[in-house]
């Protein structure tokens, strides 16, 4: 479907332009949403930065996200999935304190502080190179919200239906360029889907 993630980023940059949106400020969920966010904010003329949030992994099972928590300590959490597996709120807080701190970091290290810019009243759009569980990003819009934005949009390539619909529940509107019925992982619909190191990634912040 993608040759890569510069490929999905042109293509969701046409998207974003043929419907008009008006953003003051594109957010890329590093690593992987930066190769997408640099097209599109060219193609908006607007500032890239990004917004981090992390997945709260489950005991014993840290891939399985029973929710998020973003860099501000916005979270979301899987509910059900948390009262299924039994997890305890003493485990469930240690998480949450954990990867908060890691998301600040994260930020840290891509702008030199932890916090967002300042996006009161501003329009955001938000963008990944795809959405499997959508656990980050809900944490991510949601922090976005937090911090005042008057608009919060999402955009991305590649998304699972499930995930789409609920992440319209959470976004002012979401544009997604395919949303296959067979969804296994968003790695599947790239020729090419290598890691991004966290040095490739800075540099997609810089317009030059």
Known sequence: ??????????????????????????????????????????????????????????????????????????????????????????????EKERKTEAAREKAETYRGGDRIPDIEGKRVLIVDDGVATGATTIACLRQVKNAGASHVALAVPVGSPSSIDELRGEADSVLCLESPLQFGAVGQFYRTFDQVPDEVAKTYLTDE
């Open 1 to 94: 479907m993608f040759d890569d993630r510069t490929d999905a980023g042109q293509q969701l940059a046409s998207l974003v332009t043929r419907e008009g949106v008006d953003a003051d400020i594109v957010l890329a969920i590093p690593r992987g949403g930066l190769p997408i966010g640099r097209p599109v904010a060219d193609a908006l003329d607007v500032p890239l930065d990004v917004v981090v949030a992390k997945k709260l992994g489950a005991s014993g099972n840290p891939e399985l996200a029973i929710g998020a928590v973003g860099a501000d300590g916005s979270v979301w959490l899987n509910d059900e999935l948390i009262e299924r597996l039994g997890v305890g709120d003493t485990y469930l807080e240690g």
